[in-house]
């Protein structure tokens, strides 16, 4: 079974496309990382998996549960982390997790919740209107993990988290995964995500551009190498005609030479060959580079979408 | 679904308990009925009857203000501050949500008048030795009455609200539409009902203009407050305040969850 299934999945808000025609698929005991700037569909498509956002087109199942007939079905096996959510400030934290253990009907211990998620013992009979980003944070992230969810769906769960708390986080993520469960989470740092996910999806503008392993990213990146030449004179000689290089740009300097990574080193022979190299500098792509690129267009207005519809393994454009 | 709707409620009204604004605007009410009581304009009274028709007054105008900021936000509050998505990301249905709400804003109204009430027969048997029982026991069941249908109407009003701005602006227009203007603009309508009757050669009697005019929860207040000191004459006017009473209440409520079941909350 599937833990997300989502077919043609659209919202429009009057001529606003927030999310445009999502194929998306999410293996049961993964870890799946939802890429993509603000504004690209990523907390619209989660509102939409919980029910509370009907979508305007299109279909989809969590847990194999339908997502709008089958809502509190949906929610009874998920422990959500909300993006724009904040807490009852009158309550504590140990009034939050019994109100949600209660709601659940389980038989966790809020303090053994709370330890996980790292929130101080001291802070937990105060009420939350007290609390900082990163203790509300750890809050949501313990009512998350009541009922032991077969799914977490986390929004931007590091937000409001230091370095640190981060890398807890990250741990907590990986024993639940470890367990079986199977985490979606969003983000807007690849960084963040390459750490932990098995699979990654990047949306763009409402859609779906790639979905791939990390291994995946990091291959397309091999063909993304630029070395920098600074030289004398500019050689002449037709780098373009060496295996692996796709552009050549002459700069104030010298020239700076778009190639595959396996290509960089004959490059750099030839043009020292034909002239004197003063300076080399190689910029080999970084994951959040590829993201970059991947997601530059975002402001664009979505395109239409094809008939067909399935936006889920198109070629990157940008 | 009972035991759902309890949990929120429990939790809703732990929330709610905690918030100085709403025991701020309960200790108002008791402080207008002590100058009241204390002030000369009721040095003739003589009776602690004469002392509770003296307090329906005020309390016609200022129980529900106390009510309407103890609903106002018990559904679009959440709404704008996210913290609905905590509620609804649990498996929760929204009817159990707002029902939940109902009951604990109406909980929270009974707590506050409960004790202004009590304050209120305190001050009666202090300065009159003895309160009829009977009179006492009407005024509080229908002021309660009152109070829990303002209190039902501003949740419900708040459940078709997604923003505090929203949600106030629709308790304000509730407030001085339902209650303050219509003392005000009453015969009009009552003008314009008997036109339209006279258009068919039917005639509005004074007795029917006063049905019209309980229509108004407000009015429906007063109109019902006869029950309390003079059962006896109250006639079909009083009931029909009480059933304008509970109408509001129900009617309200339903069109704010029919309206709320598919809200996009995020």
Redesign the interface.
Known sequence: MTAIQTRDLTKRYGDVVALDGLDLTVREGEVFGFLGPNGAGK?TTI?IL?????PTDGSGQVLGHDIESES??V??RIG?L?D?????E??TAR??LE??I???DTADDADALLDRTGLAPEARDR?AGDYSKGMRQRL?LA?ALVGEPDLLVLDEPSSGLDPAGIAEMRELLREEAADGTTVFFSSHHLSEVEAVCDRVGILRAGRLTTVDTIEGLRERLQSESTVTLAVDSLPDIDLTESPGVSSVTPTDSGLRVACTASAKATVVRRVAEATTVRDVAIDDASLDDLFAALTAEADEPAPRRSKEGDSQRREVDA | MTGDVLRIARNDFLNVRRSRLLWGVVGAYGLFVALLVGSSATSDITSATQLLVGVTGVTAVVLPVVAIVAGYLAVAGERESGTITVRLGLPDSRLAVLAGKLLSRSATVLLGFGMAFGVALVLAVGMFGAVDPGVYARFVAVSTLFALTNAAVAVGLSALAATRARAMTLAGGFYVGGNVLWLVAERYVVDAVRSLLGAFGVDLSDSGAAFVTAISPMEGYLSAVKLVFAPATAGAVAWFGIGSLVAWGVVVPTVGYWRFRTAELA
Not at chain 1, 50 to 54: A, C, I, M, V
């Open positions: 907390s509102n919980l029910g509370l956002s009907t509190r079905a929610r009874e959500l909300p724009r959510y904040e807490p009852y009158r309550l009034e939050h109100y949600a209660a709601a659940k009420v949501a009512m």
